[in-house]
């Protein structure tokens, strides 16, 4: 269990100074007894308060990471249950499998599929890294596909193989990436976390069920080691959705150190849309690694997308720069349209610019990356304000006319956008898909001077 807000404002200071965000020592160790605060936020707190409260400091679920560079993938230091309560904070990861018998041209296309980038209203979506599970039994045969893998590929690693002598071999030529070891059952924990240790990689606990799960932890964690994942070894989805939430609940509202660790997933269906299926609930509920089979980037985009919904900030609207976009190839005579900074609703703009093939300008007024009617209606996107953002972003330099296009939802800000801003306002579409037609009908050949 961890210290209650009492017992660590026995450690504080007691100055009451505000600077740690809480107006009161005692608020802030009630914050820091929650989970909700970082005991590095108090600038006067003692080095021997910092040892006493490190564990109580400490996130709920461990950081963990594995991977190297760039690629590292960060796993845990989640502190809620339900995203909305504050927010997510380190993305799943989403790992494809492969045996370690794949060569050649299946290797080569599997690795492809692994490195593929697709971009999405701004953010890219790619996958996490390569599990490569022993079926050949062979130590050289793991040892070689991890070798030539990592010649593949900078993604992370997952090794898959209870045999210790194995997974040594393999470590042999790969421990500088970092791999996840999988996995240190009740039969050969010692040896695989000695393993672990010694190449300073995690290793993935599994347990028989929950209770089992636990009570291995606490022999590992007994080892000194405590760079661990956790796997409970229930493959049914009802029962593993069920060990995942205890797991979280656990972790974060009774402070159970045993299960305050990231997890690891494995899906079992063999129909890909049904595998992803599958893995968006280990997704939400509450997988720090899901393992899949499927690489096919038509199976895998739904599943990362949704993961690029669920580790957004909900307090946060995902925003872009408000400043002058071009789309296409612009002249002074392009139309320039006006929108918000919110990035769904710019980039439905720009796509259906780019569909019109009438290249433009974009404005993307800032309105703390809210839609054009929630932005109206809070009166983040009035005219002043956007007449106020068209003399400052500099786009009187850059075309010779004087003529914007206003979103067809707030057509009544027309007249007092025209007047504040001296240009010619031209309600446009409502919805972005009606631009192309607007713009082939009016824009042509361009604005008139």
């Given at each position: 269990m961890g210290l209650t807000g009492l017992e660590i404002y026995k450690h504080l200071p007691k100055?009451?100074?505000?600077?740690?965000?809480?107006?009161?020592?005692?608020?802030f160790a009630m914050s820091l007894a929650a989970g909700k605060a970082s005991l590095d936020s108090c600038p006067d707190v003692?080095?021997?308060?910092?040892?006493?409260?490190?564990?109580?400091?400490?996130?709920?679920?461990?950081?963990?990471?594995?991977?190297?560079?760039?690629?590292?993938?960060?796993?845990?230091?989640?502190?809620?249950?339900?995203?909305?309560?504050?927010?997510?904070?380190?993305?799943t990861s989403v790992v494809v499998e492969i045996p370690d018998t794949l060569r050649g041209a299946q290797l080569?296309?599997?690795?492809?599929?692994?490195?593929?980038v697709f971009e999405r209203v701004g953010l890219q979506y790619n996958l996490n890294g390569v599990a490569i599970r022993n079926v050949s039994g062979d130590a050289e045969t793991f040892a070689e596909a991890a070798r030539l893998v990592t010649e593949k590929t900078?993604?992370?690693l997952?090794?898959?193989?209870?045999?210790?002598?194995?997974?040594?071999?393999?470590?042999?030529?790969?421990?500088?990436?970092?791999?996840?070891?999988?996995?240190?059952?009740?039969?050969?924990?010692?040896?695989?976390?000695?393993?672990?240790?010694?190449?300073?990689?995690?290793?993935?606990?599994?347990?028989?069920?929950?209770?089992?799960?636990?009570?291995?932890?606490?022999?590992?964690?007994?080892?000194?080691?405590?760079?661990?994942?956790l796997d409970t070894g229930n493959r049914d989805l009802s029962q593993t959705l069920a060990d995942y939430t205890m797991i979280r609940r656990l972790a974060i509202k009774r402070k159970f150190r045993p299960l305050g660790y990231p997890i690891i997933a494995f899906t079992t269906a063999s129909d890909p849309r049904e595998e992803m299926m599958e893995a968006s609930v280990f997704v939400a509920k509450y997988a720090s690694v899901v393992v899949v089979k499927t690489s096919k980037r038509e199976h895998l985009l739904s599943l990362l997308a949704l993961r690029g919904n669920i580790y957004t900030d909900p307090q946060k609207p995902i925003q872009v720069e408000p400043k002058i976009y071009e789309v296409g190839q612009v002249t002074p005579a392009s139309p320039v349209y006006v929108t918000t900074n919110f990035s769904l609703t710019y980039f439905s703009v720009e796509g259906e610019v780019q569909a019109s093939r009438v290249p433009a300008y974009i404005l993307p007024v800032e309105t703390d990356g809210t839609?054009?009617?929630?932005?109206?209606?809070?009166?983040?996107?009035?005219?002043?304000?956007?007449?106020?953002?068209?003399?400052?972003?500099?786009?009187?330099?850059?075309?010779?006319?004087?003529?914007?296009?206003?979103?067809?939802?707030?057509?009544?800000l027309s007249g007092k956008l025209q007047e504040a801003?001296?240009?010619?306002?031209?309600?446009?579409?409502?919805?972005?898909?009606?631009?192309?037609?607007?713009?082939?009908?009016?824009?042509?050949?361009?604005?008139?001077a």
């Open positions: 100055k009451n100074c505000g600077k740690c965000g809480p107006p009161t020592c005692l608020a003692t080095d021997a308060a910092k040892e006493a409260l490190g564990a109580a400091s400490a996130p709920p679920i461990a950081a963990i990471k594995f991977g190297f560079g760039d690629y590292v993938n960060k796993l845990g230091e989640e502190t809620v249950i339900f995203r909305h309560e504050k927010t997510f904070v380190n993305p080569d296309e599997k690795m492809a599929d692994v490195n593929f900078r993604h992370g997952v090794l898959i193989s209870e045999d210790v002598a194995v997974m040594e071999r393999a470590l042999a030529d790969v421990s500088r990436r970092v791999p996840l070891l999988y996995a240190a059952t009740a039969d050969n924990y010692e040896k695989m976390i000695e393993l672990g240790k010694k190449h300073s990689c995690p290793v993935v606990v599994r347990g028989n069920g929950l209770d089992a799960t636990a009570q291995l932890v606490g022999k590992v964690t007994a080892q000194g080691c405590k760079n661990l994942v839609s054009v009617l929630t932005a109206w209606a809070a009166g983040k996107y009035t005219a002043d304000k956007i007449a106020e953002f068209i003399k400052s972003s500099g786009i009187a330099d850059r075309v010779q006319h004087r003529e914007v296009v206003l979103p067809g939802y707030v057509a009544v801003s001296g240009w010619k306002v031209v309600v446009g579409p409502r919805e972005a898909s009606g631009i192309p037609a607007f713009a082939k009908g009016r824009y042509t050949q361009g604005v008139p």
